[in-house]
């Protein structure tokens, strides 16, 4: 049952929600109740600024209705997130004025909702809250070990160690930073870095997956519009620079946008202004700009497919982060810090290290994760280091495999010598495709190739073929 006044929180996933409006309250608490968070609903502010004030609730998001039938709290929002501190505040409210929710931002709102909202959107948007300040797991969400921590900026190596100095020196400027790296590799935390250590670290990151955004909606997501701009457009929706106001956006795989999308954000950059769709009015913004790629932007302005001009804006200060196989001493390190996040009772056996290190991990940090996430569910460090070891085989077989093209035909020689080098060559490489498809299973191997087994024994110690590829 959802009390008026004051109902039980809990200190990791807690959430104060402040509405005048008994019924819509009441519908929200509910909600968020059975989703698993423990809600404190309140009829107004002032209640539950004394309850801060007096420590008896600690939320991890607070749900603020800034209308009242008293007065309206979005003149008070400054004063109001003094009183919430680094606590997330979510402005849920009937005022669909632009100019309202970008003063909301700007005093430090989190974010702002338009009622009516869906119970989906609304959770979504809590729990992005909560995961961005890392105090709390949303609900619902497996946790052994506390709260789930982003992965740490590891510079032991000597290259990351002269991209933390760049970054150090560049941290408290507003220039645009542009990040190069393979995916996994860890650009993400490179622009949580950056933001962390700049002067706008009190408000949220902004962050945009460019390569999830169809073209046809890349200009609304970022710029937003006004009613009426196309069907459906029933109302103003600012886009995510007017979000970002006064505070930082990350663009991820911005090689991805479209030509349209481009042209915008070239204006962004230059004039600190753009049009919603469907507008001829002007929006100021001051953002700054952070990019990440793993594309050759460089060719990709060759092929037509981005622009000159936008590369050079962005390419202000370019940071290039190394793959994980060129920093094979960073592995352990990674490696403790994921037994930490997912289950610290675990070890970091030395043949599951050893593997670790034989193998150049195509998927970089995040492949590695994923690897560590599951060695602490299943507990089988055997079972992860025959994996690694037949990954191992199947990437050397990529690097040593040949290709019978015409450039590799010798112009000369005995025509018998050659041919029997060239059998012996695709034989080998077929026995080792063979045992890499039947993971060693060498019964099953020779089944397939129609030999004995005898004879497969034979071949594999002629041709020195070994799991590890030696």
């Known amino acids: 049952m959802i009390n008026d006044n004051v109902e039980q929180n809990g200190k990791n996933r807690s959430i104060l929600v402040v509405d005048d409006e008994e019924g819509f309250r009441r519908f929200i608490a509910r909600n968020l109740t059975e989703s698993g968070y423990d809600v404190t609903a309140l009829a107004d502010w002032t209640t539950g600024k004394k309850l801060l004030e007096q420590g ?85 969400t497996r946790a052994r070990s506390g709260p789930a921590r982003a992965v740490p900026f590891i510079c032991q190596n000597s290259q990351m160690k002269r991209i933390r100095e760049t970054l150090d020196q560049v941290a408290q400027s507003t220039v645009p930073v542009l990040v190069h790296g393979e995916s996994g590799v860890g650009k993400e935390i490179i622009a949580r870095f950056l933001h962390e250590k700049s002067r706008v670290s009190h408000r949220p990151m902004v962050k945009v997956n460019c390569a999830a955004l169809p073209s046809d909606l890349a200009e609304n997501e970022l710029f937003g519009h006004v009613r009426g701009a196309f069907t459906g457009a ?50 100021e913004v001051d953002v700054r700009v952070l990019a990440a790629t793993n594309r050759d932007l460089e060719k990709e302005i060759e092929a037509k497919n981005f622009r000159a001009d936008l590369y050079y804006r962005l390419n202000v200060v370019n940071i290039e982060i190394p793959p994980l196989r060129d920093r094979k001493d960073e592995i352990p390190l990674f490696c403790q810090h994921f037994l930490e996040k997912f289950d610290s009772s675990h070890k970091l056996e030395k043949k599951m290290l050893d593997c670790f290190m034989r193998y150049d991990w195509p998927g970089n940090i995040r492949e590695l994760e994923n690897l560590m ?98």
């Not at 800034?66 to 680094?86: A, D, F, M, T, Y």
């Not at 450039?407 to 041919?419: H, M």
């Open 234 to 283: 029933h109302s103003d929706r600012p886009g995510k620079f007017e979000f970002a106001h006064g505070a930082t956006i990350f663009l991820d795989e911005i090689g991805e946008f479209s030509p349209g999308a481009q042209a915008k954000l070239l204006q962004v950059l230059q004039d600190g202004r753009f049009t919603r769709l469907g507008s001829n009015e002007e929006v």
């Open 56 to 140: 008896a609730i600690e939320p991890s998001v607070v749900v603020l209705e800034p209308s009242s039938r008293e007065h309206n709290c979005l003149e008070e929002l400054e004063s109001i997130k003094q009183s919430v501190g680094s606590v997330p505040l979510l402005i849920l409210s009937f005022e669909r004025d632009p100019g309202s929710i970008v003063t909301a931002i700007q005093k430090g709102a989190a974010d702002y909702l338009v009622k009516p909202v869906s119970m989906d959107r609304l959770n979504e948007t809590i729990c992005k809250l909560i995961e961005t300040r890392g105090v709390a797991q949303a609900p619902h």
């Open 373 to 470: 996430r599951r060695y602490t569910v299943l507990g089988d460090s055997d079972e992860i280091c025959t994996q690694i070891e037949l990954q191992i085989e199947r990437l050397t077989l990529k690097k040593t495999e040949v290709d019978l093209s015409l450039d590799e035909i010798p112009t000369s020689g005995s025509l018998k010598k050659v041919a029997k080098e060239a059998a012996a060559r695709v034989e080998k490489s077929l026995i080792r495709r063979t045992l890499c498809r039947t993971n060693w299973n060498k019964w099953q191997a020779a089944k397939e190739l129609e030999i004995s087994y005898k004879t497969l024994l034979t071949r594999i110690d002629q041709y020195q073929i070994t799991p590890q590829g030696a």
